[in-house]
């Protein structure tokens, strides 16, 4: 917001006075907050700093102690720089030892080798500063606006991204708590170059704060989340690599410099802007997360909000049970099982949603063929209820699975039903035909059910995509509704897990999940995402200063060897002794027992959790 001293050396007002620097080059790019006239020796005591001070000597020291006493006092306060108008009080040049002293402490010290109006000077210093502060209103102004058009228009992550970095000029990065990309914009730099090592690179971030700036790795970092939920962090670069040879500036170059050839001094804090833009696009993003929504048919919205409503407990159990009967569905008294459905692949559009930089990252509507598809598949899973004779509540239940509670007349019937249901689910055929070679009719509405859903089929192909391609997962039955929720979410866990099986069951259930799995769909989970860090953070941060040694793979090889060091060791190529100390410095790093079985049980889950939050 305010001018450097090398950008008042630039303005007209000091130029017709013949600016000369004689001292303090290193200090040329401090912001000047304010111009002050002084005449007296002990004018510190009323500085605050960020001052210019213009002065024409006449009230200063003549002993040398005095100027170098003059000197201090003006750097200790934070003064920006000092300009001496020469011809009152010395006639050439400035003191030596005045110059020295400004030397040392790295203030600015200017002579003014003609007569100038010092008037002239001060007024154009604050037009300058107003101006700034009026710009950065503005830009302020014009942040405000654009975030708040996105959030209305439930713009996705990767607009969001496009246009912080669109605004600031600089490289922006969305990334998880797990230091994984998932957005990110260059600003006209190497992509390959912004995200070479990112994670290591990042888990060296360390800004202090919710939103801060780390001047060692020259990042604005804020964090992205919403109600007490962290799920991200959104960093900003500052400064671009455009600017690094003029740090901390961001408008227009500057006069040719009357001070000379100066190296630059490090680059400052970035502007307040800035940290106003991350700090709005992070709650955008938290925004748009929070609200968006697939567009859908009434009744299949409706069923969409009693299957979400017994998942997060949005509404009361009876409430659920009392519009799903007027539904045609009876949930009460009944046999309940949560089904979820999802292809083992996504899509092409579909898996553009976790490719960072793509369009539709992070579930961007890029083509219509995500929701599609998605939608596709929620009607073949409603044909195939209705094809089966069951009664369920079936709908969408995120970006890529369908549930659906069936209601059955008692336990006895679940398996019998499960695998009715899926018989029916892989008739449908991805080329749009039925069994026996017929096509369907395109405007054919499919009989209305007692669960209260219909079908109807499209002209294109079926969502089903044959045994192959579909995962059908069923959670543990339960006796009531208020159960419900938990088998719908052992069911959804279930078949996010099997898409790393590869066997082709009819039906996934709960025992064919093991722990590794269990984590996989576990990934994308905070608390599992916290929990990693607690229990690795610090030994993957010592990794990353330390790539040559890699301890994390030293802790592998103890864990996965059940702990005998001597074949742990010849596991890892090393000799013993080689080995033993890094289990102790390992030990130190993350201030744990490695002895202990509870601690060692902990370390094996945080590294399964690590794999398995970096397999996509």
Known sequence: MFPTVREVLALDPVRRGAPRLVAGAAGLDRPVRWVHVAEVPDIATLLGGGELVLTTGIGLPADDAGLRAFIGDLADVGVSGLLVELGRRYASEVPRVMAAAAERRGLPLVELRRDTPFVRITEAVHALIVDAQLTELRATEEIHQ????????????????????ELSGCPV????????????????????????????????????????????????????????????????????????DRPGRTGPDPEPDPAGDAAPAPAGDPPTRLTILVERAASTLALVRLIRRDAEGLERQIHRTLLTALLDHSRPVDEVALRSRALGVVLERRHLVGVVVRYRTDDQAAEHAGDPGEPGAFGDPAPDAGPARLRDLAEAVGQAVQEAKLTALTSAVD?????????????????????????????????????DGAARPL???????????????????????????????AGSGVGSLREARRSLTEARQIAEAARRDRRDLPIFRLPHVGLAGLLHLLRDEPRLQTFVERELGALLAYDARHPREQLLGTLRAYLEQGRNKSAAAAAAHLSRPAFYERLARIGRIIDVDLDSVDACLSLHVALLALVAIRTP
């Open 173 to 244: 990065v969305l990334e998880n708590l797990s230091r994984q990309v998932l957005a990110y914009d260059p600003a006209g730099e190497s992509a390959e170059l912004l995200l070479d090592g990112w994670e290591q690179h990042s888990r060296r971030i360390r800004p202090a704060g919710r939103t801060a700036y780390d001047s060692d790795s020259g990042w604005l970092v804020t964090t992205v989340g919403a109600r007490g939920q962290d799920w991200g962090r959104l960093l900003l670069r500052w400064p671009a690599a455009g600017e690094l």
């Open 146 to 165: 654009r975030f708040t058009d996105l959030s209305v228009e439930g713009a996705g992550p990767a607009e969001v991204i496009r246009q912080a970095a």
């Open 443 to 473: 405007d054919g509405a499919v009989p209305r059910q007692p669960d209260g859903g219909s079908s109807r089929s499209g002209g294109g192909r079926s969502a089903a995509a044959g045994s192959a391609g579909l995962i059908v997962a």
């Open 399 to 435: 970006d890529h699975a369908v549930g659906a509670l069936l209601a059955l007349p008692d336990a006895a019937a679940e398996e019998r039903a499960l695998a009715a249901f899926a018989a029916a689910l892989r008739r449908s055929r991805p080329d749009g035909r039925h069994p």
